[in-house]
């Protein structure tokens, strides 16, 4: 190789120079590889839903010049990166060659899927997409991907269904997160806000298989209830507004609370200040949510003189899709919770992109 | 008193109910004190500095209009809370009254700075404001405030100037909790970015005091590396882009990084991706930043693969005021970095508002 890998792919970038690849215009796509990287053939693209519908729009439906237009960003970027919404998607496929220093431990032909987004991934599309007709984010493709040393990609097991499968390793950073962060307190009350929800139902599982002393499921209203007691995952169910400070404070007070860990799964704005306030003097709050603000947090927890550590969701944690899945597989509860939201789509054979 | 109290001052919200203090429309400002509670004899209001523009704005700079504006919030919500910029204030007082179960260790006579903001404290304003020319955010007042019993307030030392205490209790939250995470490792390399800054300098020391093995501070130009130099508070001073990752980390690798704990002070956009590249697997970075976006570090840590801790800046550390003074008192290099930003405004009596 003319140079020195670098274990985040900071070789690859072509232009602009010195920047990570996530930012790069364009990335280079050599099929040889540097000794810590690995080569992936490309089965199959989950476009980024956001990515997806600007697509769609722009071309007003049209399935082939949206399949023209992911052409034409894979060829011209080296990896698929919508302009303008910025995002990408995952990919699932095959390894096809390992270098002799990948820190990843695949083997050839082991099926995997990225669990990094696809604006950081070399890409190359050999088919002409026409097995795609350009009007799903599913998207069938021949080709292949570079992961770097440094990258996160899981083995899809053989046992369960690949959506399953996908759809739980889509929310794994959550239920690992939880587990580590259960493990620095003893017996801790954990309560789970959004805990019928994918990354919720985990992380419940989690908590009590890292030791919890007593879980507290939250969820916004009856229905949820109802199903979250009969996946019986949760040593109490609570139903509150998850905006609403006092009324959920209160009801995480009522389930056996305050809470000495709040892992706040729901994707609402505005509820920094109810786990907050749900969190007991030394606890921890654990935002998983895309929809929290950094100061609202922050602002939130000096309003209330509250002595809380608050974490931001880390979506990486090392062996994080071995556990999701395995907490699956142990839990008939989470994997009813999850298979009800794949509903109908679970026939098929397309997968959720991240 | 009519109904129990509640340490956040739930029982103050007069409307709408149900409602923390800081969203109320309105707050219960009698004077007569819940059992946990406090009032202080208000000298001066220091007006958050988007909220007086606002109303400087608004009332074309009369002076005159902008006190009658101020007057009126005050009466009308019982707090002085712009209802605009929903900003606020600190005030400067000396304490009056302190109820039989109050927590906060204070006594009567005690020269006082609230650390919380104004927009959750009951305020009576008594003189008209009538030494106050509307002019400036510092506001001659007389009145009193109540503070709740889970409030943050800081008695102003006789020993240093007003003006420089009020500045340091302003940042005092980044000190204490960079003690706190430097307190969790053995000897750890601890990075600050911005380290000439007011809360960059303070955890520069915190961290040294704290058992850090190595400290690096990172500053933006070689003018602030001259002034970091110079004041002796830094094992290795760094001048690096925070906005680039990869000049970032590269400059805290060749200063004796990665960095086991990174502690984020410079307020721009764009500085998670090298603050999280800058840190080693297993570290902490801490964001003090109210400029940080929460997706972009979840988000990049992960497109990483990065295995570190990321905490929400809690400007709330029980004993941080009085750590961050006791720091400045130890480290004229750091004194000297606070004179030097106060400046001009020294002289005068005037304090920062938060």
């Given at each position: 190789m003319s140079q020195p890998g670098s274990p985040v792919g900071?070789?690859?970038?072509?232009?602009?120079?010195?920047?990570l690849p996530q930012a790069a215009e364009r990335l280079d796509t050599r099929r040889?590889?540097?000794?810590d990287e690995t080569r992936v053939r490309v089965q199959r693209l989950n476009l980024d839903a956001a990515s997806f519908r600007q697509l769609e729009q722009t071309y007003d439906g049209d399935g082939d010049r949206v399949r023209g237009a992911v052409l034409d960003i894979v060829a011209a970027r080296g990896k698929m990166q919508n302009p303008v919404t910025g995002s990408g998607g995952m990919l699932v496929g095959t390894v096809e060659e390992v270098g002799?220093?990948?820190?990843?431990?695949l083997h050839v032909g082991d099926r995997v899927t990225t669990l990094v987004s696809l604006t950081l991934t070399p890409l190359v599309v050999e088919?002409?997409?026409?097995?795609?007709?350009?009007?799903?984010?599913q998207v069938p493709a021949d080709g292949y991907a570079i992961l770097f040393g440094r990258s996160i990609v899981a083995v899809i097991p053989d046992d369960l269904p690949a959506e399953l499968s996908l759809s739980v390793m889509d929310v794994c950073g959550a239920p690992a997160l939880t587990a580590r962060v259960v493990g620095e307190y003893t017996d801790p009350v954990v309560a789970v806000i959004g805990a019928a929800g994918k990354s919720g139902s985990l992380s419940l599982a989690a908590a009590k298989a890292a030791g919890a002393g007593r879980t507290i499921g939250v969820v916004p209203h009856e229905g949820e209830a109802v199903l979250l007691t009969a996946a019986g995952i949760a040593d109490v169910v609570a139903v509150a507004d998850a905006r609403d400070p006092v009324a959920l404070s209160s009801a995480v007070a009522d389930a056996g609370g305050p809470a000495d860990i709040t892992v706040v799964c729901v994707d609402?704005?505005?509820?920094e200040g109810g786990a907050i306030l749900s969190t007991a003097t030394g606890g921890t709050v654990v935002f998983f949510s895309m929809a929290t603000s950094f100061s609202a947090a922050a602002l939130g927890a000096e309003g209330l003189a509250a002595d809380v550590t608050m974490l931001v969701?880390?979506?990486?944690?090392?062996g994080h899709a071995d556990l999701a899945l395995s907490l699956l597989r142990r839990h008939p509860g989470v994997r009813s919770l999850f298979e009800r939201r794949l509903g109908s789509r679970e026939a098929g054979a397309g997968t959720m992109a991240p």
């Open positions: 900071l070789h690859r970038v072509l232009s602009p120079t010195g920047v040889e590889l540097w000794p002799p220093e990948s820190p990843l431990g088919d002409g997409l026409r097995s795609w007709d350009g009007r799903s984010e609402v704005p505005g509820c969701g880390n979506g990486y944690v090392p």
